[in-house]
């Protein structure tokens, strides 16, 4: 699990729910499913009318990555790639047909077939860079899902405000009702700028950041792969890829790609 996604959502939560208690407040003036499902409800409806909903689910699946600990293996795809080079500088990079079969990746896995089948390196990058450059726009759809939700939330809060106003202003011999709507008018503004500043706007950060990760890292392939084609001495390719990393990172021993 990735600490800092855990540990930043129980520290938010539990921030505002002991600020309350401290405050004399209680649990149950904030627990208003009315005011729920106005902001909620018409959050998604919003998103849904904006995006596709295939990229909606999408988004929503990929919560899961932000809660988990980021998968990183720069280092041994380094090893990876310096292994691949020379192999290649040994017997040709034909001989690296025999390893297509053990690459996980698909993209590492498709740059490396139009390696050993002879592409010219210019040829090659251009086709990977499409490829690239296609996927990486498909990824950032992901996080404007979030973004978009972060900012209607707000504004489906003061519409729920508005119609709980609505019903005070309709109520007003009714002390018991007045209640109810000043409750529904002020959680509703809660709800929306609580869930877009500590859930919507923050996953779509910590996404757009795994998204880099990965776009670095498929760069990493692709130069690492034009450069074993391009003859490129070992040493040299393991100098060169070590430069898209830190010097932490090249430090860990991680799991191979």
């Known amino acids: 699990m990735d600490k800092a996604s855990i540990g930043g959502v129980l520290l938010a ?3 505002i729910v002991a600020g309350l208690l401290i405050e004399g407040g209680n649990l149950g003036q904030i627990l208003q499913p009315t005011a729920a499902l106005i902001v909620f409800g018409g959050t998604m409806g919003a998103v849904l009318l904006q ?8 988004a929503f699946r990929g919560m899961a990555d932000i809660f988990s600990a980021p998968r990183k293996y720069d280092s041994q795809l380094i090893k990876l790639l310096v292994g691949f080079a020379n192999k290649a500088r040994r017997s040709g990079v034909v001989s690296l047909d025999a390893d297509l079969q053990t690459i996980q990746d698909p993209f590492l896995k498709q740059s490396l077939m139009l390696a050993v089948d002879g592409t010219e390196p210019s040829e090659l ?6 490829s690239l450059d296609s996927t990486t726009e498909d990824e950032e759809r992901l996080p404007a899902v979030f973004e978009s939700a972060g900012g209607f939330s707000p504004t489906i809060g003061i ?4 119609l709980g106003l609505i019903q005070v202003m309709k109520n ?3 002390i018991q009702e007045v209640g109810k709507g000043i409750a529904v008018a002020f959680v509703a503004t809660i ?7 500590l859930f919507f ?4 950060g910590k996404m757009r950041i795994r ?3 990965g776009h670095r890292r498929r760069e990493m392939m692709l130069e690492g792969v034009v450069s074993i084609l391009e003859g490129m001495n070992p040493r040299m390719l393991e100098v060169k890829l070590g430069g898209f990393v830190d010097e932490s990172s090249r430090e860990k021993q991680e799991p191979r790609p």
Do not use: E, Q, S, W
């Open 172 to 174: 007003l011999d009714n």
């Open 191 to 197: 709800y929306g700028v609580g869930i877009a500043n």
């Open 13 to 15: 939560v539990v921030g």
């Open 211 to 213: 998204i880099r990760d």
């Open 125 to 130: 990058r251009k086709i990977m860079r499409v």
């Open 159 to 162: 519409l729920g405000a508005v």
């Open 201 to 204: 706007l923050p996953f779509a």
């Open 51 to 58: 995006f596709p909903l295939t990229t909606v689910v999408a």
